[in-house]
């Protein structure tokens, strides 16, 4: 499975942006959204399960970023709002190989990766 991150972009504080996951094939998987910024760790920022029941956010994403999934068009998207400086990095999406019910928010949990796409919050 080959994944398409896209809609990144430079915003003003307080401004929305939703990226988009693509993949190349129907994936059984879950999605998640992950994100790095330099000199830290790559840190989950939400998922989804696969049957889409099941949802994760970061604490710090919670009320702000709203994931979802059309199945129809093999992709997932995670709508981000009241962007923040501290939000600046380059996102990635990921999927698991399997069918998971509960989706994670740790990176080694996902088999296929996509190659980012980059937020930039700044006034």
């Known amino acids: 499975v080959q994944l398409q991150a896209s809609g990144g972009g430079l915003v003003q504080p307080g401004g929305s942006l939703r990226l988009s996951c693509a993949a190349s094939?129907?994936?059984?998987?879950?999605i998640g959204w992950f994100r790095q910024a330099p000199g830290k760790e790559r840190e989950g920022v939400s998922c989804?399960?696969?049957?889409?029941?099941?949802?994760f956010y970061s604490d710090s994403m919670k009320g702000r970023f709203t994931i979802s999934r059309d199945h129809a068009e093999d992709t997932v998207y995670l709508q981000m709002n009241s962007l923040k400086p501290e939000d600046t990095a380059i996102y990635y999406c990921?999927?698991?190989?399997?069918?998971?019910?509960?989706?994670?928010?740790?990176?080694?949990?996902?088999?296929?990766w996509g190659q980012g796409t980059q937020v930039t919050v700044s006034s």
């Open positions: 990921a999927t698991t190989r399997n069918y998971v019910h509960y989706c994670s928010g740790i990176p080694s949990s996902y088999d296929y």
């Open positions: 094939e129907s994936t059984l998987g879950s």
């Open positions: 989804i399960s696969s049957n889409d029941d099941n949802t």
